[in-house]
């Protein structure tokens, strides 16, 4: 029998929950750690973010007001492990003067307010889109907004929920509005899909025999006819 959308990503936010458990992410500092890693994170690996975290850290510099004031070309070679250096730099200097000059340095003050209001002024800002900009809501500032990115269409497409063709925000409001508004239900959600995606679920070989959603995903129903 075919689940409705609705039943069926509820069915699967409790198999992955049993499965994984909380895995308490995003693991950062302070709710501006948070934000920079979101755009590190962009295009890249999070081992590669982590190695940029460290150097930003070990100068001193992981808060707005010294971002702010540092010297591109420096922040430039501090955060090199995480890619696309010089795109990075910008944008991270770009949201540290914007929360500097218009938020007194705070993340949540820029995230607070109506939802829809708080995601299009992080979203106005250069070099932030829809994924970064949820991620920065969801972790940073403890806002309900679902995080969609790459491991999420993956699954969802292969466990038949997805076509492949939907926007962003298709994705992202298909989850909204079937789960429960919960900051703690967001984070873990999306977490655990990333986990699954990274041992279960991978791009290329998958290991539906150990997966939690082995009898819930067409993917690996149809390879276990095979």
Same mark, same amino acid.
């Given at each position: *029998? ?6 069926? =990503?509820?069915? =699967? ?7 994984? @458990? +909380? ?15 979101? =755009? ?18 070990? $100068? @001193?510099? =992981?808060? +707005?007001?010294?971002? $702010?004031?540092? $010297?591109? #070309? ?6 090199? +492990? ?9 944008? %991270? ?11 007194? #340095?705070? !993340?949540?003050?820029?995230?607070? @307010? ?27 500032? $403890?806002?309900?907004?679902?995080? !969609? ?10 466990? #038949?929920?997805?076509? @492949? ?10 989850? *909204? ?40 995903? %067409? ?8």
């Amino acid at each position: *029998m075919t689940l409705l959308p609705q039943r069926l =990503i509820h069915k =699967i936010q409790q198999q992955l929950n049993e499965h994984f @458990g +909380p895995l308490a992410w995003w693991p950062a500092d302070t709710p501006f750690e948070v934000a920079v890693g979101a =755009i590190l994170t962009q295009n890249t690996a999070w081992r590669n973010v982590e190695y940029a975290i460290d150097n930003l850290k070990h $100068a @001193g510099v =992981i808060c +707005p007001e010294a971002l $702010a004031e540092l $010297a591109l #070309g420096k922040l430039e070679q501090l955060i090199r +492990p995480a890619g696309f250096f010089r795109q990075k730099a910008c944008r %991270l200097q770009n949201l540290a003067r914007h929360l500097v000059n218009h938020w007194d #340095g705070d !993340v949540t003050a820029l995230c607070s @307010g109506p939802l829809p209001e708080a995601r299009n002024r992080l979203l106005a800002l250069a070099g932030i889109g829809p994924e970064t900009a949820d991620s920065i809501l969801l972790y940073a500032a $403890a806002r309900p907004s679902f995080v !969609v990115d790459a491991y999420t269409r993956r699954i969802f497409q292969r466990i #038949g929920l997805l076509q @492949g063709n939907e926007s962003y925000d298709q994705v992202r409001q298909l989850f *909204m509005q079937h789960l429960p508004e919960e900051v703690a239900l967001y984070n873990d959600y999306h977490a655990q899909i990333v986990q699954l995606a990274k041992t279960c679920c991978r791009n290329q070989s998958t290991l539906c025999a150990e997966c939690p959603l082995d009898q819930t995903c %067409l993917h690996a129903r149809r390879k276990q006819l095979c």
